[in-house]
């Protein structure tokens, strides 16, 4: 089955330090990229289908909208949903579900930049860049939020209910940034247990 990494940003909420280092993680991703952005990203060098949709906002129905517009230009197969503020190592694309649905991976630390500490997440927690499924699955899920959205347009949970886990050998580092929404929340997501370095990543000091 093939693999598509489907990565969308509004670029201009990201310090542009980090928008680099995630985006030079992903050139070494082994899977093809689909890039939906708002603004000039670094991406537009790496991405094999670049696509830049313009200032639509910073919003969930904005999110909601790239990810439609990348899924379908996506293949068939399975798509792994990734952002402009993650690091992302190659053994996350390596996982093949055995079976159909949605699948989230585990192993994902948050480095916490105000706090120069990485904390790791809460198995039970984790967003909707740690997951894949069918590009099929995602199509009626990204759907039927937007239906949910125009109905009603407060808040409501992007993440599928219940995802089925894995853990890639390595980890994935989620950056939480001042312009990150959960930057002032990032304890209800982490576990206590906390590193000052994560391999195969380092120490945080040398992150950045």
């Known amino acids: 089955m093939s693999k598509t990494a489907l990565y969308c940003s509004d670029c201009a909420r990201v310090p542009g ?3 680099d280092m995630c985006a030079r993680q992903m ?3 082994p899977i093809p990229i689909i890039a939906v952005v708002q603004d000039v990203s670094p991406m537009r060098h790496i991405a094999e289908e670049y696509i830049h949709v313009g200032d639509i906002g910073s919003s969930r129905h904005s999110y909601l909208l790239q990810l439609m517009i990348g899924l379908t230009r996506a293949d068939d197969g399975l798509v792994f949903i990734t952002e402009h503020d993650v ?4 053994s996350h694309f390596a996982f093949a579900p055995p079976a159909g649905g949605v699948w989230a991976n585990t192993n994902c630390w948050m480095w916490l930049a105000h706090k120069k500490i990485y904390y790791k997440r809460l198995p039970s927690r984790q967003p909707l860049s740690m997951m894949v499924a069918p590009r099929a699955f995602w199509m009626l899920w990204v759907a039927r939020l937007l239906k949910e959205h125009m109905k009603s347009p407060g808040r409501f949970n992007l993440e599928p209910p219940e995802p089925r886990v894995f853990s890639s050998e390595y980890p994935a580092i ?3 940034h001042r312009a990150n929404r959960r930057h002032r929340k990032w304890v209800r997501y982490c576990e206590k247990q906390h590193a000052k370095a994560v391999e195969p990543w380092g120490k945080v ?3 950045r």
Do not use: F
């Not at 690091?87 to 190659?90: I, T, V």
């Open 174 to 176: 989620d950056i939480q």
């Open 17 to 19: 330090d980090i928008l």
């Open 87 to 90: 690091l992302y190592h190659p």
């Open 27 to 29: 050139s070494r991703i």
């Open 205 to 207: 000091e040398l992150m």
